[in-house]
């Protein structure tokens, strides 16, 4: 996969690509890596990018010149590259998402700052808008970094030893099962007996299990979404009848308070 950033701050980018799995993606040559300065697409001697706004009003647009100049010198080294801009008009970001964008050939992520860029950029040049989420950034920089990242790690060997992708969160549609490492009492808290029985059956699940209640309580979104198999319905059944015991014991073993259902 190679990345082209298209940003008036490469400089945001080195600390980025220096740390960590994409540090060790682009040392093994999974990852391509490497910005292009807008403002290097400037004509004028002040090589100016950003404009005020036609129709009049606060804040500056980025100039459609340097951003096309810069768009189509990206192109022209790797054509077979989707170019994407970072805007909170775009798809919504998610792991889908990610991988979808892990099967091209190359990205080229343009970054804008201030209000945006000119529209006629958008409309002619860009292929996919990408929005990270709903929330305003100072420029589309960070944007483009978690992207990266995401798509990174979903590029087969990025991921070292055992940690692989297919694993993880949101691969399955859950949450991350509960984690725990030593010690085997923290501050009071013991871990959980079962992880500690070398039982692989038992231990797989019980993390399943912890996966789907997690769901379940912190991002319930996410069950409403998926496609349950026959092992997920039955861990929710048998929590839906514990949870109806509980009532029905309320019910059966209290006499109902006046005035209330
Ligand atoms: N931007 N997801 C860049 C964002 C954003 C987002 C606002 C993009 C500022 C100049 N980008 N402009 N959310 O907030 O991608």
Request: proline letters at 5%; glycine letters at 8%.
């Amino acid at each position: 996969m190679k990345f082209v950033v298209l940003t008036i701050f490469p400089e945001m980018f080195d600390p980025f690509w220096d740390h960590g799995i994409i540090r060790r993606a682009i040392d093994q040559n999974k990852i391509f890596a490497s910005t292009l300065n807008i403002r290097d697409f400037a004509e004028d001697k002040h090589q100016v990018t950003d404009d005020r706004p036609y129709g009049g009003g606060s804040g500056m647009v980025m100039k459609p010149e340097p951003l096309a100049g810069a768009i189509r010198a990206a192109n022209r080294k790797f054509p077979s590259a989707k170019t994407i801009l970072l805007t909170p008009q775009g798809r919504v970001f998610n792991q889908e998402v990610a991988n979808e964008l892990a099967a091209f050939e190359g990205l080229v992520l343009v970054c804008g700052r201030y209000e945006g860029v000119d529209e006629r950029i958008s409309h002619d040049l860009i292929d996919y808008e990408i929005s990270i989420g709903d929330y305003v950034l100072t420029g589309g920089e960070l944007a483009a970094m978690v992207v990266i990242d995401a798509v990174t790690r979903q590029i087969p060997g990025t991921l070292g030893g055992e940690d692989a992708a297919e694993k993880d969160s949101f691969s399955n549609g859950l949450l991350e099962h509960a984690h725990y490492t030593r010690p085997q009492v923290f501050e009071g808290n013991a871990v959980p007996e079962i992880l500690l029985s070398g039982h692989h059956k038992e231990i797989e699940n019980w993390r399943l299990e912890s996966a789907l209640l997690r769901t379940l309580l912190k991002r319930p979104d996410l069950l409403q979404d998926k496609r349950l198999n026959k092992k997920e319905i039955e861990i929710l059944k048998k929590w839906s009848r514990n949870i109806q015991n509980i009532i029905n014991f309320h019910h059966e073993g209290h006499k109902e308070p006046k005035g209330e259902k």
